[in-house]
């Protein structure tokens, strides 16, 4: 917090931020987080393995992740909308999902 302030001091910008808040808030940052662990944990269990291979096909965590959620909410639409996206690409219903431990 103090390296934040002198590097705000140094731009004229006063912080009426406390310490105590931004302990809060990077403990909620934090659970925020985990949660986005679990739900991707959740998916990938879920979605069949060729949907999330297609997924691991982006440049990096932040696209996969982004990938597999929006995969997932089609999925959820119905699995026939999900081979809309794939077009000529069938996708395998039974091999569903990695296991994450």
Avoid: W
């Avoid at 291979?53 to 959620?69: C, D, T, V």
Wanted: hydrophobic fraction near 40%.
């Amino acid at each position: 917090m103090v390296v934040c302030q002198k590097l705000f001091a140094e731009r004229g910008i006063n912080l009426s931020i406390t310490q105590k808040e931004v302990e809060t808030f990077l403990e909620e940052y934090r659970r925020y987080l985990l949660s986005q662990v679990e739900e991707i944990k959740s998916i990938l269990q879920i979605l069949p393995t060729d949907v999330i291979e297609k997924a691991f096909s982006q440049k990096n965590a932040a696209e996969i992740a982004e990938k597999l959620k929006y995969y997932y909410a089609v999925y959820r639409i119905g699995p026939h909308a999900l081979e809309e996206i794939f077009a000529q690409n069938k996708i395998n219903f039974s091999r569903r999902g990695v296991n994450v431990v």
